[in-house]
């Protein structure tokens, strides 16, 4: 066989390349350096993940599977910088000398690095924020800007270097008045975006009407001081989950899109991921990276918005107008159910539908599937078989009406209850799907507390994401008492939501500020973190496939102005799931 | 933070309701390259949104020519204070040299 030949076959059949990429991650004394994420990048010409990472043991070693693709190593740990940039990998002549190639496999590598104390560009955006001793400010901080994107994102740091550099912007008044100009621009392009839902733009004097911009400026003077150059003494809080076996698949998908959030279904051989700004579901070939598009019918959708697997496909809902959809994997086509609006009102913002402890979609004894409705404070339902549907209205809470945002939902396991949390007013709450009432309610102390989504685990307990106060609150629903409340390992990481994992019987927190995932197991009230390879991993939802124990989850950065990366994800933590 | 008007936060975001004052498409009247560049987040042709109208720029700037090109296109990727008030004009390191001059020259054209 041909040298040429042979390169070409391996070209075309990358997974028969012999003899995985491995080595060592040691500093500029020989030290091995465990923990360490190690990143291959795949050529663009080649299949598989678009970035596949693992963690180096404590001898320092990593190895890639034998379906690793040819690309570049990057190594990323917090307080280390590489010494040299990014190492190519998998030599398509290795293991064979025919073709020229070293006999045995590819050598090891060896990855440089040294230690440094400025962790920028490694430490997440949560970092900047760790020295904000005003939790209050903090937590308003959190829900007014991570709301749609990391905070500090890169670009508002070097805003921040920029005021420091400039000599007319030295004075805490000049200082507030430039942030006060950034929060106008944000206000602005959240009107353009939703504008999209079928509104017009304001313009004119009202151009920036997304609210005061002052209370905002004055949280970023107070929260964000100096150039923001540099970001020192960061650590993730918690022990690392990690092991040799772990592995981060990260998949690309071609601009433009605004992924929004993935999930398996029936095994992980495909992700599907929701493309909120283009209308369609994207399927991915998890070992290729194939990517099929599925359009949304309907040219007044916008979305899919929120995807929860069920028995029958995949349910979604679309931001605007109300409707409820069902994408069936297998014969690749959608089923559309529009929902009866009053016509005077508001439209429906369904937000999340119904599931259960497996995170899968549960409808009421009467095959009835409720969701929030995040517009009108509401809890609807929806019967597929009859098309029909309802809403009942939250009743206001005392002292902190408006502005609720009615968010997570899920579904008690003897599915008699929804519970649902409202993130604007930091409450949750459940309501009886049999005597149609609304029953628990209990608000946090915490009015930017920010509940977000929450899950509830096979006995009963309802996990919430505190999405300003960075901590997860653990509810007996069927006690009907506060199990605990408890800190994050980084109360600046903005956890988005939670998910039960009845594999493994603990909760995992995905993270929209931290560029990481948190693992709380119950039985010890203690966390662990696994932490992401990419910067600007702003992490929504978060699934557990039941059948391989892996984790689906996705970057959403959504809307085309927030720059980050668009990927979904799948992870295999590494441990012995059951 | 509390929202005025109709305006409701969903999903991490701002929509917007029937209420508000309503007004042209983003980027209508700007050149191809500004509109995509997104300028209009921050000005407008002729009012003054956080940064001055263009046209002002180009009143101040249209008689330098060609020098005053290359400054704008500067300024458009570098950012900076100064000639305006104190409030910074954000860097766009993004916006490529060559799509900074475009905008530069479109902005140039608008003198009277």
Redesign the interface.
């Known amino acids: 066989m041909g040298k040429h030949l042979a390169l070409l076959l391996a070209l075309i059949f990358p997974a028969v390349l012999p003899a995985a990429t491995h080595g060592k991650v040691v500093d500029l004394n020989g030290v091995p350096v465990s923990e360490a994420m190690v990143i291959l990048t795949k050529s663009p010409d080649v299949p598989g993940p678009t970035a596949t990472t693992v963690f180096t043991d404590a001898q320092g070693a990593f190895a890639f599977g034998a379906d690793a693709p040819r690309g570049t190593l990057h190594v990323r740990r917090l307080g280390y910088r590489p010494v040299a940039g990014d190492v190519p990998a998998g030599d398509p002549t290795a293991g064979d000398p025919a073709a020229g190639g070293p006999a045995g496999g590819q050598p090891p590598l060896t990855l440089l690095v040294r230690p440094e104390a400025d962790q920028s560009g490694v430490a997440p955006a949560s970092a900047y924020l760790k020295d904000m001793t005003n939790e209050s400010s903090r937590e308003r901080l959190i829900m007014a800007c991570v709301a749609c994107h990391q905070l500090p994102a890169p670009e508002v740091r070097d805003y921040a270097r920029l005021l420091d550099d400039t000599p007319q912007t030295q004075t805490p008044a000049t200082r507030e008045a430039a942030w006060s100009a950034i929060v106008k621009q944000m206000n602005y392009v959240s009107n353009v975006e939703f504008g999209r839902a079928g509104h017009k733009v304001p313009s004119g004097e009202n151009v920036y009407s997304g609210g005061d911009p002052a209370p905002t400026a004055a949280l970023l003077v107070e929260g964000l001081q100096g150039p923001l150059r540099e970001v020192r003494n960061y650590s993730y809080g918690a022990p690392l989950l990690v092991t040799p076996r772990t592995r981060i698949r990260e998949y690309e998908v071609p601009a433009p899109n605004a992924i929004r959030e993935a999930v398996p279904y029936e095994g992980t051989a495909f992700l599907y991921a929701a493309d909120v700004s283009s209308n369609r579901l994207i399927r991915i070939d998890t070992a290729s990276g194939a990517i099929k598009d599925f359009p949304v019918p309907g040219t007044d959708l916008w979305g899919p918005h929120t995807l929860v697997p069920g028995r029958d496909g995949i349910w979604a809902s679309p931001f605007f107008p109300g409707a409820v959809m069902r994408f069936d994997p297998h014969a690749g086509q959608w089923k559309l159910w529009r929902l009866v609006q009053d016509t005077a009102g508001p439209p429906l913002g369904i937000h999340d539908m119904s599931f259960d402890a497996d995170h899968d979609l549960a409808t009421d004894k009467r095959g009835r599937i409720w969701f929030s409705d995040i517009v009108g404070n509401a809890i609807g339902w929806f019967d597929p078989r009859s098309g029909k549907s309802g809403h009942f209205r939250i009743p206001p809470v005392a002292g902190r009406e408006g502005n609720e945002q009615v968010y997570g939902l899920s579904m008690s396991p003897d599915r008699r209850h929804v519970w649902y949390c409202q993130l604007g007013i930091a409450s949750f709450g459940s309501f009886n799907v049999e005597t149609l009432a609304f029953e628990t309610h209990v608000e946090f102390p915490s009015p930017d507390a920010g509940p977000r989504r929450l899950s509830i685990s096979d006995d009963g307990i309802l996990y919430i994401a505190l999405y300003g106060a960075g901590q997860l609150a653990a509810y007996d629903t069927r006690a009907g008492r506060m199990i605990g409340v408890y800190d994050l390992p980084d109360r600046a990481s903005a956890p988005y939501a939670t998910t039960w994992d009845p594999v493994r019987r603990v909760v995992w927190i995905a993270t929209s500020n931290a560029d990481a995932i948190y693992r709380f197991d119950p039985r010890t009230s203690g966390f662990a973190v696994l932490p992401l390879p990419r910067e600007r991993g702003f992490l929504r939802m978060l699934h557990v496939d039941r059948r391989s124990g892996a984790l689906v989850t996705s970057y959403g950065n959504i809307v085309e102005h927030v720059r980050g990366p668009r990927m979904a994800l799948l992870i295999d933590p590494g441990d012995d799931p059951t | ?5 109709g ?12 209420g ?7 980027g209508e009247g700007l050149s191809p390259t500004a509109a995509r560049q ?1 300028c209009d ?2 000005h ?1 042709i002729d ?1 003054l ?2 940064g001055p109208p263009f046209r002002a720029v180009a009143s101040r700037y249209s008689l330098e020519g060609d020098a005053a090109v290359e400054r704008l296109a500067r300024k458009i990727i570098n ?4 000639n305006w ?4 004009m ?2 766009n ?1 993004r916006v490529s040299l060559e799509d900074a001059r475009s905008i530069a020259r479109w902005i140039l054209s608008l003198a009277h």
């Not at chain 2, 008030?85 to 910074?88: A, T």
């Open positions: 933070m509390k929202c005025a008007r305006l409701l936060l969903v999903a991490g975001l701002v929509t917007l309701h029937a508000a004052a309503i007004g042209a498409t983003p997104h987040e921050c407008a009012e949104r956080i950012g900076g204070a100064g008030g104190s409030v910074p954000v860097g390191e």
